[in-house]
């Protein structure tokens, strides 16, 4: 549990983990590149300049598939003109008046950008051959509600090579398995207000399978994209979005709202680069290139504060004014590393650290990593979010400590040396792989490498250090995050204003 929902546990209905939004890549692997579509041709005996030719048929098979779909649920393609077009809200108020049951919703078609080929022959090798090119083209938007994933939709461009985005919400999955078991509960949008085993939801939700979903896919190309047949190809899915969100659901809004302000507030000035890498489980390294950075926005929906860290982010805001919700965002996997299986030029493979895949089987570790980003972001604000705990703590180690008749002094944030210190053992590097004393040193140049030892008793004796077994490595302590967090904010935000304003 974590220390905030801890610290509220009377006023907390329930914590949930969940999917939320999940956007999926289709290709197909014989064609999705220009040098792959050239050999398909070839394989084929079709003549590279007959390219337009041979694509124009899938054209118009596929658009007779929208129409045979749309006049067999008894509307119109909407063809949308419009730039400014919201197809969200255009859905909604749709499903406002068919309900949620299963089955189509709507199509929807705009002329968009598509990547394409372009037939080409190199007049100094004399060969003929397709080059990758950008054009626009008819898609579909299939917009549809799920028995299992609830409402989906799969974008379909009707000019090869077909690449298929096809998204689905995590939080519709889980309330069919709610709703599949006899579980009472309430939503509002995409937020469950109420469950009546928060528990067992959450057991549900962390037994969404990969297997599952990829066969979801397989089954919606057949549908919406029946050219693959004439083709003889399947798709690759790959990951290009998901969301992971973690709600922490209160009893009240007024329970939310008594402490939300403060959190926001004092988190668009405490989180520091560091603390992003840290919470996503990254070192920040000084030749780091990419966008790092906080965003707070005024939504009519409500405040919300964004850290960014090249194409991850985590947020925090109240959704529906009930629930804190503090969500993980991922649009490209390779950003994330973990041990898994390598396969070597030679052959031979390997367990090793490396950047993630970006398919779909990725999924379950992805899920593993970004919860525990939200659980880190979760322990960091639960620091700073009740100033009388925090003045407590530092109460508590202010005074000296006996231990084995020595005596360690206590701590002051008043002290020059203390407060450097506390900021040394607190930098954000050291939450992920911990520090030695030789890492201390560094940040505390004028000190000694006994020195420095010293020192790490005495913040060990107060209980705001713990040692990893059988190494010479140190972490903070929960006591230790929160004091520590406490009292440079507490110095930095409220006293030395008050003594600037005397």
């Known amino acids: 549990m974590d220390l905030l929902t801890e610290r509220y546990a009377d006023k907390i209905r329930g914590v949930l983990s969940c999917y939320d939004r999940v956007v999926i890549h289709g290709t197909l692997p014989g064609v999705c590149y220009a040098q792959g579509m050239t050999s398909f041709l070839n394989m084929r005996n079709i003549r590279i300049f007959d390219y337009p030719r041979f694509a124009e048929p899938l054209r118009d098979e596929l658009r007779k598939n929208a129409e045979k779909i749309a006049a067999e649920n008894g509307f119109e393609i909407e063809f949308i003109r419009k730039n400014n077009f919201r197809k969200e809200k255009a859905v909604k108020d749709i499903l406002k008046v068919r309900g949620y049951h299963p089955g189509h919703v709507t199509i929807i078609s705009a002329m968009e950008a598509c990547p394409t080929y372009k037939p080409w022959h190199d007049k100094k090798t004399h060969k003929t051959f397709l080059k990758p090119s950008q054009g626009k083209c008819l898609h579909y938007y299939f917009y549809f509600i799920d028995k299992q994933l609830g409402l989906c939709y799969v974008r379909v461009p009707t000019w090869c090579p077909f690449r298929l985005q096809i998204y689905f919400n995590g939080h519709n999955w889980l309330e069919a398995s709610l709703k599949k078991h006899n579980i009472s509960y309430e939503n509002i949008d995409n937020l469950i207000v109420s469950i009546a085993d928060f528990p067992k939801a959450q057991q549900f939700s962390d037994q969404l399978k990969v297997d599952f979903i990829h066969k979801k896919l397989d089954q919606f190309a057949k549908l919406y994209c029946p050219v693959i047949k ?79 860290m090249g194409p991850v982010s985590i947020k925090m805001y109240d959704k529906m004014g009930i629930a804190l919700r503090i969500e993980c965002t991922v649009n490209n996997l390779s950003f994330f590393k973990h041990y898994r299986e390598v396969e070597h030029r030679d052959g ?66 008043f002290s020059k ?32 490498s006994s020195q420095v030892s010293r020192l790490i008793k005495r913040l060990r004796t107060h209980g705001l250090l713990k040692k990893v077994g059988r190494t010479y490595k140190y972490y903070l302590t929960k006591l230790g995050r929160k004091v520590i967090a406490s009292g440079l904010k507490l110095k930095e935000f409220f006293i030395i204003p008050e003594l600037a304003a005397i």
Request: aromatic fraction near 10%; include cysteine; proline fraction near 1%.
């Open 230 to 308: 004439k083709l003889d190809l399947s798709y690759h899915w790959s990951i290009m979005q998901v969301e992971y969100a973690t709600d922490i659901v209160f009893n009240r809004k007024n329970d939310l709202q008594a402490i939300y302000g403060q959190l926001v507030r004092t988190a668009i000035h405490t989180v520091k680069p560091e603390n992003i890498s840290t919470f996503l489980g990254r070192k920040l390294h000084v030749n780091y290139q990419d966008e790092m950075g906080n965003n707070f926005n005024t939504r009519i929906e409500g405040t919300r504060i964004k850290h960014t």
């Open 348 to 413: 031979t493979c390997s367990l090793k650290m490396t950047s993630m895949k970006k398919g779909i089987y990725s999924l379950s570790p992805l899920r593993e990593l970004l919860l525990s980003a939200n659980h880190r972001y979760i322990e960091f604000i639960s620091s700073f979010d009740d100033k009388s705990t925090g003045i407590k703590n530092l109460n508590k180690i202010s005074k000296n400590v006996v231990e084995n008749n020595r005596c360690y002094k206590g701590f002051n944030f």
């Open 417 to 448: 040396d203390d407060q450097q210190l506390f900021e040394a053992v607190a930098s954000g590097e050291y939450n992920i792989s911990g520090f030695q004393n030789k890492n201390l040193r560094k940040k505390l140049a004028e000190k000694s």
